[in-house]
């Protein structure tokens, strides 16, 4: 069974970094597409940034400049490099990856990880 686990997030002070990471793990054949969403509540989830199977980055522009995605296939994981952080990134950040399992390609999340800013 497909497993993703995220790790990295915390309490940071406006203008501060972060990391996050997420591991994929269980049997995997192959990873395609890796992604963070973030959402805080009421909201609906959103994409803030995404890495295609051959290194491709997008980004939502509000984190464009501040925020670096990068994976690394031989560890099934992708990162999220968070810089000058604002209030307003304060979500919940869930990693997504579309994984080959058993011959079939499904979406998987993380449990999610709590990335607060505030002074």
């Known amino acids: 069974q497909v497993h993703l686990v995220e790790s990295g997030g915390g309490l940071v002070q406006p203008g501060g970094s972060l990391r996050l990471s997420c591991a994929a793990s269980g049997g995997i054949d192959s990873i395609y597409a890796m992604a963070w969403y973030r959402q805080t509540p009421g909201k609906q989830r959103e994409l803030a940034a995404s890495?295609?199977?051959?290194?491709?980055?997008n980004y939502k522009n509000s984190v464009k400049g501040r925020f670096t995605i990068s994976r690394d296939n031989a560890k099934n994981t992708v990162y999220l490099q968070m810089n000058s952080l604002k209030s307003e990134d304060t979500a919940v950040y869930y990693c997504?990856?579309?994984?080959?399992?058993?011959?079939?390609?499904?979406?998987?999340w993380g449990q999610g990880t709590q990335v607060t800013v505030s002074s």
């Open positions: 890495i295609s199977t051959v290194g491709t980055p």
């Open positions: 997504n990856m579309y994984i080959t399992y058993r011959g079939q390609v499904n979406g998987y």
